[in-house]
């Protein structure tokens, strides 16, 4: 045991983590010197390699002198937070990964506060120090306000940091040591990380932090032997979290060697391991050697903050594209993902192929909706909604969230301005020489749409970043769009003659020879109420001969929005449809006279 670190690599997104875990598995020796290897080896989900930021937590290990060192890549978004905080019950410290330039960042204060309330040793990391901007002695000074502020004991203060450029493969202790390898940070984890506990038991116990699935073994339980030894064919106990204890037999143990699962025959105390023999094992449960043990405690995570619907799609173009359809196949697939997702829910509601997904935010329900999609289902989801509670006195409350947000100046003024309108309150504000850091309380509400506002306004060069706070009194409305949409009356092919005309009322979604469906949005207006249109009308054709006339249309390239734009965009009466090769926008209801007696009824009730 005293020859094991268990260690888990925290950052906010894009601070360079994953590349920095690449290094530490080359430099050790771990492949082989003509195998070929991917940059981010650790982000091995295709989403994870577009969107370059970790979804998923994920094992890795290296052997470096007699020492073995498992290390977890964490998720640096914080809609991901449930991923986090149950591996930190796996581990004994922390690498702490700054940017050298924009220092410690929302998601990594939510990521140590964490990982100090584990009590775990830190590390701190100061990465990218070659950037021609670093400024990596003010980061430091920066890092150790954030542990202050964290309120960290006396020997957590005392942290050892290491800089290091993780892109050319280099560390160092002081910035003008000379240095080409990754040796100082090798020396700071097996010298400041402590060894696993020891325990002051003998027998078996172990908690699941994780899941996987292999289709010949079933499902593998990842987590810390917390006490005792297991080896391949033992009869061990499940303690589930209802209570009831289920005995198995051990089919299969896995240790790692690098990125690569590893069957090994026994583990003892300290292991990190995979371990399978149980079909109906979940995240928090205990194994342990016999039925008389007690389960062990498990970190409550934080709430979900974020309900929506996805529904079975009921479209007209709907079995086109994808092969999984069905309202049993989508309630499969979702209660497949709560088993290895603790922060997301699922429930049935009342009507027949509705579920509501509860999460931590929407970024996570839209990359669930999008690994689906490229499964082959097709679904409806609809607009995000928060999750509201009530006190003892019966006042309405909602989740607030710290928003921090890096503009230029010269934009300033309207973000402000749309921070205002999203009942946002102003907590602190920090003129740096090239932009200004403003810190805020905002309603969750308030952040739907809000980074597409931010990315507009400033052009692509603001910064948000968001942490959830508390429940907090209720604010009030918050305007949600301000624009009408243009729907379509009827169905067929769209023609260019037909939208020629429509984009002088917006902004166009789709382009010619486009199949529509009644109740199809088929772009914005630019008034605030909605507007019918028909996107297929053909020019009528006749025998005259008439010079010049339908020449000369010219259209504006369609807006073409992302699944997380389209969520974000849509109104509460509104779904996105989405199927394995298209996106589309439109109206729950589809006839508009249902649409309008529907509008009526609501109206008479309130």
């Known amino acids: 045991m005293q020859n094991i670190r268990n260690i888990a690599i925290i950052a906010h997104v894009d601070h360079g983590k994953t590349t920095l875990v690449d290094q530490l598995l080359k430099q050790a020796g771990t492949f082989r010197a003509n195998q070929k290897t991917d940059e981010r080896m650790m ?58 330039h924009d220092g410690p960042q929302a998601q990594t204060k939510f990521v140590l506060r964490k990982a100090m309330e584990n009590g775990l040793k830190p590390i701190v990391v100061i990465n990218k120090i070659d950037r021609e901007n670093a400024r990596p002695h003010k980061v430091l000074d920066m890092v150790f306000e954030l542990f202050m502020e964290l309120e960290a004991t006396d020997e957590q203060l005392d942290f050892p940091h290491i800089y290091a450029s993780a892109k050319a493969g280099f560390a160092k ?13 090798y020396e700071a984890i097996v010298k400041h990380i402590p060894p696993p506990p020891k325990a002051d038991k003998d027998y078996f116990q172990m908690l699941v932090s994780n899941l996987d699935y292999s289709d010949y073994l079933g499902r593998i339980a990842y987590g810390r032997i917390i006490s005792g030894s297991v080896k391949v064919g033992q009869s061990i106990v499940c303690v589930h979290k209802d209570g009831r204890k289920e005995r198995g037999n051990v089919t299969a143990l896995f240790s790692h060697e690098g990125l690569e699962k590893v069957q090994i025959e026994s583990a003892s105390e300290g292991d990190i391991i995979g371990l399978t023999g149980f079909e109906e094992v979940f995240i928090g449960e205990t194994l342990v050697d016999n039925e008389e043990r007690e389960a062990l405690p498990f970190v409550d995570i934080d709430p979900p903050t974020i309900a929506m619907k996805i529904c ?132 969750t509400r308030g952040l739907i749409g809000f980074e597409t506002d931010l990315v507009n306004v400033t052009k692509g060069h603001g910064i948000a970043s968001h942490l959830f706070k508390e429940y907090g009194p209720h604010k009030g409305d918050i305007p949600s769009r301000n624009n009408g ?45 909605d507007m019918p249109v028909n996107p297929c009308k053909a020019k009528k054709l006749t025998n005259m001969r008439s010079q010049g006339d339908g020449k000369g249309i010219q259209l504006a390239p369609p807006l073409v929005l992302s699944l997380e734009r389209s969520l974000e965009y849509i109104a509460p009466d509104e779904y996105v449809e989405a199927t394995p090769k298209s996106l589309r926008l439109r109206k729950k209801i589809l006839d508009a006279n249902a649409r309008k007696r529907a509008q009526t009824k609501v109206n008479v009730a309130e």
């Open 312 to 443: 079975v799609n009921d479209s007209p173009l709907a079995g086109r594209e994808g092969k999984l359809l069905t309202a049993r196949q989508i309630k499969d697939r979702l209660v497949r993902e709560t088993r290895t997702n603790v922060s997301i829910i699922v429930a049935e509601t009342e009507t027949a192929g509705h579920f509501d997904v509860k999460a931590r935010g929407e970024m996570q329900i839209a990359i669930l909706v999008e690994q689906m999609r490229r499964e082959g289902f097709e679904l409806l989801v609809s607009r995000p909604e928060v999750i509201f509670r009530r006190d003892e006195a019966g006042n309405l409350l909602e989740p607030m969230e710290t928003l921090y947000v890096d503009v230029p100046p010269d934009n300033l003024g309207d973000i402000l301005q749309s921070l205002a309108s999203r009942k946002a309150e102003i907590v602190n504000m920090q003129h740096n020489p090239h932009s200004v850091l403003v810190e805020a309380t905002i309603p």
């Open 485 to 529: 949409v243009l729907v379509s009356m009827e169905g067929g092919t769209s023609t260019a003659y037909a939208l020629d005309s429509i984009q002088e009322r917006g902004r166009l979604f789709i382009g010619p020879q486009e199949e529509i469906y009644e109740g199809m949005i088929v772009g914005e207006n630019a008034r605030p109420d």
């Open 43 to 100: 982000d091995s989900m295709d989403l994870e390699k577009e969107k370059g930021i970790t979804i998923r937590a994920k094992n890795a290990a290296f052997r470096w002198h007699n020492y073995h060192v498992n290390i977890v890549d964490t998720p640096g978004h914080a809609d991901f937070g449930g991923e986090v905080e149950r591996i930190m019950k796996m581990v004994d410290g922390v690498l702490l990964v700054v940017d050298s």
């Open 173 to 185: 202790r002081e910035i003008d040591h000379e240095s080409d390898n990754m040796e100082p940070l």
